[in-house]
């Protein structure tokens, strides 16, 4: 197991693909992160965040999902 700073958000079901969730985050609430099928079948249907940045952009981020 490795220890990374790394958020795993399960897709929403009334989404369609993953893709159409990465890019809502991206486009509607500025969040960007990673579709989880590019690291493999354990991923699919999640996308990834990483928590590499200061702790006030990491809580914004949290924030502005919370009004997803």
């Known amino acids: 197991m490795i220890?990374?700073?790394d958020i795993?958000?399960?897709?929403p079901e009334d989404i369609p693909s993953r893709w159409d969730f990465f890019d809502?985050?991206?486009?509607?609430h500025h969040i960007i992160g990673t579709p989880g099928a590019?690291?493999?079948s354990y991923g699919e249907g999640y996308l990834r965040l990483t928590s590499f940045n200061?702790?006030?952009?990491?809580?914004e981020a949290c924030e502005r999902?919370?009004?997803?």
């Open 54 to 59: 200061s702790r006030e952009n990491t809580i």
């Open 24 to 28: 809502k985050l991206l486009r509607k």
């Open 65 to 68: 999902l919370k009004k997803f």
């Open 38 to 40: 590019g690291f493999g």
């Open 3 to 5: 220890n990374a700073p």
């Open 8 to 11: 795993w958000l399960k897709t």
